[in-house]
Nanobody, 124 residues
Framework: HVQLVESGGGSVQIGGSLRLSCSMSGSTAGRFCMGWFRQVPGKEREGVVGFYTTGGATYYSDSVKGRFTISKDSAKKTVYLHMNDLKPEDTAMYYC?????????????????WGQGTQVTVSS
């Protein structure tokens, strides 16, 4: 079993930046699929980025490509979502998710473990 805890959300102005963190604990040995998702009330959960914990391809949604990046600190078992040039449409609850391979990239139903979410609000 894997536990995920997100942090780093908050309020930011248009064009600003935030860094979200996702700390993993529990049975984390081996290669995992990781993803960041976001959701606004009344809409489906949207995949933002999907990647492997041990490296390889990273998949970004078109809506964030060129603005969001991920990084990892294996020693801390933490992954980060670096969000730049934030827009009002980035406002959402952001979730970290993980699962064992095969990876579903940006498809939420393919992830087994989820964090509780952290709110990001972008405004003028």
């Amino acid at each position: 079993h894997v536990q995920l805890v997100e942090s780093g959300g908050g309020s930011v102005q248009i064009g600003g930046s935030l860094r979200l963190s996702c700390s993993m604990s529990g049975s984390t040995a081996g290669r995992f699929c990781m993803g960041w998702f976001r959701q606004v009330p009344g809409k489906e959960r949207e995949g933002v980025v999907g990647f492997y914990t041990t490296g390889g391809a990273t998949y970004y949604s078109d809506s964030v490509k060129g603005r969001f990046t991920i990084s990892k600190d294996s020693a801390k078992k933490t992954v980060y979502l670096h969000m730049n040039d934030l827009k009002p449409e980035d406002t959402a609850m952001y979730y970290c998710a993980s699962s064992l391979p095969p990876c579903s990239k940006l498809v939420a139903s393919g992830y087994k473990y989820w964090g509780q979410g952290t709110q990001v609000t972008v405004s003028s």
